[in-house]
């Protein structure tokens, strides 16, 4: 059976393009192409269900933040694959949080769009450079006891962790721990070093896999 696909996006060049070559990629099927948040959920009323969301992050009126997260609140079986040439990591965390599976730029080679499809298809993720190789490996196995302790993190990089997974930019989170930008700064490269990561989205995903912070709190 085919996997099949929806397109969201409201570039109507881009999401038939899109069509064309996910169509060409073996055992797929894209089901439908609409140009909105709003088409989108007027589809899966009439029960026309796909199994992964290519969902386009920058839309006017319902964006892909909201779209995803609107998915993930009333239909958490369908598979959001995120497309956008914004590669900001606020950008990239944002999206995650809200549901995502993974995030790709618009700019990316057809390979890597067929080994992203066939990532979130098998394994319900997938993820770039901005993640290291380990994190991915790290992202089904258990931890035992207290991951912060275990990590070696004090008080402040714990504290520094959880505005990180927040929309504050680094230099809000100096403010928000009254500290200077500089220390802000340290706290990171500490906090990349004991996580063993290369990226915020990287310390995100790993804080979200830990239970160092939570869904619910982010």
Known sequence: MKTKIAIVDDHELMAKALSGLVEKFEGY???????????????????MIPDIVLLDVSMPDMDGYEVSFWLKSNYPEIKVLALSMNDKEEAIIKMLRNGAGGYLLKGCKPQELKHALESV??????????????????????SNG???????????????????CSDLTYVEIADKM???????????ESVFLKMNIKSRVGMVLEAIKLNIVSLGNI
């Open 146 to 164: 207290n991951p912060a302790d275990q990590l070696g993190l004090n008080d402040r990089e714990k504290r520094f962790i959880e505005l990180a």
């Open 29 to 47: 099927d894209v089901i439908f192409e609409v140009s909105s948040g709003a088409a989108l959920i007027q589809r899966l009323q009439i029960n």
């Open 178 to 188: 009254c500290v200077s930008p500089r220390t802000v700064d340290g706290y990171r």
């Open 121 to 142: 298809s098998q394994k319900g993720f997938y993820y770039t450079d901005f993640v290291t190789s380990q994190l991915i490996k790290s992202l089904t196995t258990e």
